[in-house]
């Protein structure tokens, strides 16, 4: 049996859930949040609620998680980094590092966020229900001539590694990932020479940070 782990229950992770269950009608559901109040009614209205931190439970059951089993990240922060970081930390000794720039240069929106970098197409704020056409921008109407990640993923970084995670839209709005890819990061990081910065990036919007050890 599929699962699909919602992480973060707040606007965005309840957004999620009807069109995780439209997409995944016979899959086992969970919906992981570490504030109880994410569960005002004792139990979320479908699916398995668990009350921990997002990465760190996905983190230690991950012998359960199979590579097509998906994570549909809803919480404000970087979920494939953070989970990088908890699973390089019993072989090298991680720390975060500020992406460069140029990680952002000819984008129309490239802005520091904490330790992260935030890249767009777009400068406005995007309806929460926008389909994201693959050639086009639904408000602005203008050509593109390739999603963000790919955009991303064919960039060069002499400042080190780069590795993307594409961000695969479920429903408007609504994007997640197969939990093979954060497999596949962390392969990569044990075989690169850091730091390595990490992408997630869907056809319009991205979030970078980066690890050195």
Not at 31 to 51: C, K, M, S
Not at 89 to 114: D, R
Not at 119 to 140: E, G, H, I, Q, W
Not at 171 to 196: C, W, Y
């Amino acid at each position: 049996m599929t699962q699909v782990f919602i992480v973060g229950f707040g606007k965005f992770g309840k957004l999620a859930l009807p069109g995780v269950q439209r997409l995944w009608k016979k899959a086992r559901i969970w919906i992981i949040d570490r504030d109880p109040r994410a569960f005002e009614t004792g139990r979320p209205p479908a699916g398995i609620g668990v009350l921990a931190d997002g990465p760190q439970f996905l983190s230690t059951y991950q012998q359960f998680l199979r590579d097509e089993d998906w994570i549909i990240p809803s919480l404000p922060i970087h979920l494939a980094w953070k989970w990088l970081d908890l699973n390089l930390k019993p072989i090298a000794y991680p720390k975060a590092v500020i992406p460069p720039v140029e990680l952002g240069s000819g984008l129309p929106y490239a802005q520091p966020f904490g330790k992260g970098l935030m890249v767009s197409y777009a400068t406005f704020l995007c309806p929460d229900n926008c389909p994201a056409p693959l050639r086009f921008c639904t408000k602005t109407k203008e050509k593109r001539s390739a999603p963000l990640w790919k955009h991303l993923e064919d960039r060069k970084n002499p400042h080190g590694g780069l590795a993307v995670i594409e961000s695969r839209q479920i429903a408007p709005g609504i994007g997640g990932f197969p939990f093979g890819e954060l497999r596949r990061v962390l392969s990569l990081a044990q075989k690169t020479r850091p730091p390595l910065f990490l992408a997630t990036a869907c056809r319009c919007h991205g979030v970078i940070h980066g690890l050195t050890w």
